[in-house]
């Protein structure tokens, strides 16, 4: 069963609106937690990285949220511009196994105009 | 700065064929991961290294695959006997080193197609 889970798999919103990614995981313990964006074609890029300690960390228009006593984290785009389509894949590091990381299957994000 | 570029882009192949897939790191970088990603999934592990050595290679399906990184900086993976189900993106990373807050570099990925 996968660790990660993403919601929702996929969304459309018009240019300039504002949208919220969710992701649930189970791993623990827990060290960190990445957003990555990626667009077509192209390998995972890191938007923000986030330990336990932190609620909100934000990186221009991305904003991601942490609660590590739920699990639960959120990736909020404000002012959506078309170069925001991508996927938005979720990923979790936890302790001991330092390098393994435990990837979510990612939500489709396609800003339209 | 170059960052992982990984070679080649696209491969189709036929079942039952051997291929090479290439990454290259980013220079310096000691961590290399090699992942497959299905589509609408995120990527899987399959090996790490470290240095020379495969430190992990537990995420490899079965022995058909290989991965091998002679100098410390190219890595290839090798595939035998390739089937249908082998269709993916193999997705290269590469990190200055394994500690929890080394971010993973990726490159663009190759995609494999067996027909």
Not at chain 1, 42 to 60: A, D, H, W, Y
Not at chain 1, 95 to 107: E, I, P, V
Not at chain 2, 43 to 58: H, K, M, N, R, V
Request: hydrophobic share 30%.
């Amino acid at each position: 069963k996968n660790q990660v889970e993403q919601s929702p798999q996929s969304l459309i919103i018009l240019e300039g609106k504002n949208c919220t990614l969710q992701c649930n995981y189970t791993v623990s313990p827990f060290s960190n937690l990445r957003w990555y964006k990626q667009d077509t074609g192209r390998g995972p890029v890191s938007l923000t990285i986030m330990t336990f300690s932190e609620n909100t960390k934000s990186n221009g228009r991305y904003t991601a949220t942490l609660d590590a006593d739920t699990k639960q984290s959120s990736l909020h785009i404000t002012a959506s511009q078309l170069s925001d389509s991508a996927s938005y894949i979720c990923v979790v590091r936890g302790f001991g196994n330092d390098y393994k990381l435990s990837f979510g299957a990612g939500t489709t994000v396609t800003v339209r105009a | 700065g170059a960052g992982v570029s990984q070679t080649p882009s696209n491969k189709v192949t036929e079942k039952g064929k051997y291929v090479e897939l290439r990454c290259d790191p980013i220079s310096g970088h000691t961590a290399l991961y090699w992942y497959r990603q299905s589509l609408g999934q995120g990527p899987e592990f399959l090996i790490y290294f470290q240095g020379t050595g495969a430190a992990d290679d537990s995420g490899l399906p079965n022995d058909r695959f290989f991965a091998v990184r002679p100098e410390g900086s190219v890595s290839t993976l090798k595939i035998q006997r390739t089937e249908r189900g082998d269709s993916a993106v193999y997705l290269c990373a590469s990190s200055s080193g394994n500690g929890p807050y080394n971010e993973q570099f990726f490159g663009p990925g190759t995609r494999l197609t067996v027909l």
